[in-house]
């Protein structure tokens, strides 16, 4: 006996559509769950995706973060002293989904943190979750296959990350292995904010475009609302993290969800 069916709607493909039909730009914001305090996730994402979040990733918080800026690594240093483990993260998002809807959750981490879970037990754990996809930093698309194969039968994204250096072949093969939309770093390096979108960046939509037509997302250096709208003229949907981050930690914790509402809700052009 099975505890979890499929998912019958895709939340992901949902809400793009509902993006596109409305004619702007989706805001994807990520948060570390267990920072700045251990459940501030639970307090902070409902009130993001009140002010305009279109879609979250939950970091799972990992102590070799390589693919991370300064700002994202300390609060996965500050989550896992905070005692913050992958089941935690899986717990919060089940306890998330009845207060946000059919707002989609993405796991983002490391593939350390499914292998030693187990793929086929981490799937289903995230069909119980009510988690819809998943980016996994460090896991090419041509490493992908195992974990695909678990993903399916629970309808569970794995969404491709790909960076302007990405070869056109390994694009291809990313894109048709994943699922969900396609999250295109905006440089090569580490996540972090910056003065502008990359010209790279967009580009590689261009690039992304001509081997699919998911979704195409835009993210690292992102961090104020004339950035969303420069993405939103060659992608679908900007993604936002060090920024946010940087904010829910610069102050007293009990702010912690006020000072997040209030830089969403100035992305999302609602300010």
Do not use: W
């Not at 250096?221 to 946010?244: F, K, M, N, T």
């Amino acid at each position: 006996m099975t505890t979890q069916q499929p998912a019958l709607t895709d939340r992901i493909a949902d809400k793009f559509a509902a993006i596109k039909a409305e004619g702007r730009p989706g805001l994807i914001v990520f948060v570390t769950v267990g920072h700045p305090y251990r459940d501030a996730a639970l307090e902070i994402v409902p009130r993001l995706v009140a002010a305009g979040a279109d879609a979250i990733e939950l970091g799972v918080p990992f102590s070799d973060p390589l693919g991370d800026g300064p700002v994202i690594q300390e609060s996965s240093f500050v989550a896992l002293q905070n005692g913050v483990t992958p089941q935690d993260c899986l717990d919060t998002a089940a306890a998330l989904r009845p207060q946000i809807g059919d707002t989609p959750l993405i796991l983002m981490g490391y593939y350390n943190t499914v292998m030693s879970y187990g793929l086929e037990r981490f799937a289903a754990a995230c069909a119980a979750a009510s988690v819809d996809g998943l980016i996994i930093v460090d896991l090419p698309g041509s490493e992908a296959e195992a974990l695909v194969a678990q993903l399916a039968p629970y309808g569970i994204h794995l969404i491709p990350l790909l960076a302007p250096t990405s070869a056109d072949a390994s694009i291809a093969q990313s894109v048709g292995i994943g699922g969900g939309f396609v999250y295109c770093t905006s440089v090569t390096g580490v996540t972090g904010a910056r003065a502008e979108v990359s010209d790279r960046g967009l580009d590689l939509v261009d690039r992304v475009r001509r081997h699919t037509d998911l979704p195409v997302a835009i993210g690292f250096g992102i961090s104020r609302r004339e950035h969303v709208l420069d993405v939103g003229r060659r992608a679908d949907a900007a993604v936002v993290g060090s920024a946010l981050v940087r904010a829910l930690a610069a102050g007293p914790d009990e702010y912690a969800a006020a000072r997040g509402a209030g830089i969403v809700a100035e992305l999302a052009g609602r300010a």
